[in-house]
């Protein structure tokens, strides 16, 4: 990473293309997925050294339940075997991990890994890994406005106190804004990935797919940010 060059605090990565790099190379779909948890690993290293504050990662959508049985099953045995085994960087990183999404209807096996990666790194202080898992944004919204309504009925809240802070601070996790939106593989779209908190970030999509998304991508893609304008609405 060049000095001087702007981090962005908090970044979200969509990281598609796995099923097409695999197919690509003649291998099941899930192969793409297992090749992705390296490329994983190492850039969340990477990320860790360059101070990265937040990192947002869209590892699971709502909609991903509609895949066959076989590549669900792969994908959760992975997070399972990736949370327990290949997240070993965290403690010596100093990684904190969160997750957002619905609990229902993840496997019992699934949320014992992710509840002890949460205990495990609660305290530290660097990077925080904000890992979307059965995650949707529109469930976000949901879930969020029926758990404010509830506050509401019972006193807690006033109607006043409902401003856009306090929903940010309300959704899934107390997070701030994403600054940086990086989805692989070429596609141009946000499909249901954290949509208030994108509202004024900026998009990058390079044309790789995730297995391939090496330390020397992120570098262009920093690059790529340094040089937007951002003008939140005003001018510049
Ligand atoms: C999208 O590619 C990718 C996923 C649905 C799974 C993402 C999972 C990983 C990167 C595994 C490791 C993650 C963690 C948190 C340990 P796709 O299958 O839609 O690719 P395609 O568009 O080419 O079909």
Redesign the pocket.
């Known amino acids: 990473m060049k000095d001087n060059l702007i981090i962005p605090n908090h970044i979200g990565i969509?990281?598609?293309?796995?099923?097409?790099?695999a197919?690509e190379r003649g291998l099941p779909?899930t192969m793409?997925?297992q090749h992705?948890?390296g490329?994983?690993k190492k850039l969340c290293i990477y990320m860790a050294d360059c101070g990265v504050k937040y990192c947002s990662?869209?590892?699971?959508?709502t909609e991903?339940f509609k895949?066959e049985l076989s590549?669900v099953e792969f994908?959760m045995n992975?997070?399972i075997s990736?949370?327990r085994k290949?997240?070993d960087f965290i403690k010596e990183k100093k990684v904190r991990v969160l997750f957002s999404g619905r609990r229902e209807p993840l496997p019992e096996k699934v949320l014992e890994a992710m509840d002890e990666l949460v205990e495990d790194t609660k305290d530290n202080k660097a990077l925080t890994l904000n890992?979307c898992?059965n995650y949707g944004s529109h469930a976000e919204i949901v879930d969020t406005t029926k758990k404010i309504c509830e506050w509401y009925r019972e006193g807690k809240i006033a109607l006043g106190d409902i401003t856009e802070d306090f929903i940010q601070k309300n959704l899934y996790q107390d997070l701030p804004p994403l600054d940086f939106v990086i989805r692989t593989?070429g596609?141009l779209r946000l499909s249901n990935f954290m949509m208030y908190q994108a509202s004024y970030a900026e998009f990058y999509f390079p044309k790789v797919?995730?297995p391939d998304f090496s330390c020397e991508e992120f570098d262009k893609a920093i690059l790529e940010f340094n040089n937007r304008n951002r003008r939140f609405g005003g001018v510049k």
Request: hydrophobic share 45%; charged share 20%; glycine share 8%.
């Open positions: 969509i990281m598609d293309g796995n099923g097409r790099w197919q779909r793409g997925h992705a948890v490329t994983l990662l869209y590892a699971f959508s991903n895949r590549e994908l992975l997070f990736s949370f290949e997240f890992i898992l593989s596609e797919y995730f």
